[in-house]
């Protein structure tokens, strides 16, 4: 975030225009900030665990899948992901018990299908909020892979801003 502050007050402005702008070299594509870094799964009925990547820039389909695994791995060495073309193989390799697995969560595990486009199972090609993986079958993805997680950016100008609405202005 960059604050520039006048040294005048300037009134009555017509129109604003921006001649330059640099954008950040990099920027984490997968955040918890975003949202989009987690799911949970349940097996058999048991407790629930949240799967969470680390805060990172992913280029790749495959670095996407493999920071999945590293996560997945922690918590349990019978499920993991894999890349097939541009899909994603969920694999369980439990004998036993349906696997229950949920794109829609929060950061704490709650259902939250708020902004559900933008969480981790939208980005795996997932397209429903959850899946049940039956034992030592695989869940294919509807669709392909994204890793452009961030697809705007935004211009945002305050008037005032310790008066009225402090979100006056935002361009894409």
Known sequence: IFNAVLPQRITEVQT????CM???LSFNN???NIGNTYFSY???????HIVSILDQFITTP??????VNTAL???DRSLNMTLSGNNVIFSNHHT????????????NGNIDRHNFKNKLGWYLGYRNTHYTVLPNTNLTSESYININAIRYLYLALQENPNQGNPN???AP
């Open 16 to 19: 604003v225009s921006v001649k």
């Open 22 to 24: 640099e954008i950040p």
């Open 30 to 32: 997968f955040s918890k």
């Open 42 to 48: 349940q097996y058999n009925n048991g407790s629930i």
């Open 62 to 67: 495959s670095g996407l899948v493999s920071a």
């Open 73 to 75: 791995v922690s918590i």
């Open 96 to 107: 036993t018990g349906n696997v229950v697995i949920r794109f829609d969560i929060d950061i």
């Open 168 to 170: 006056s202005f935002i």
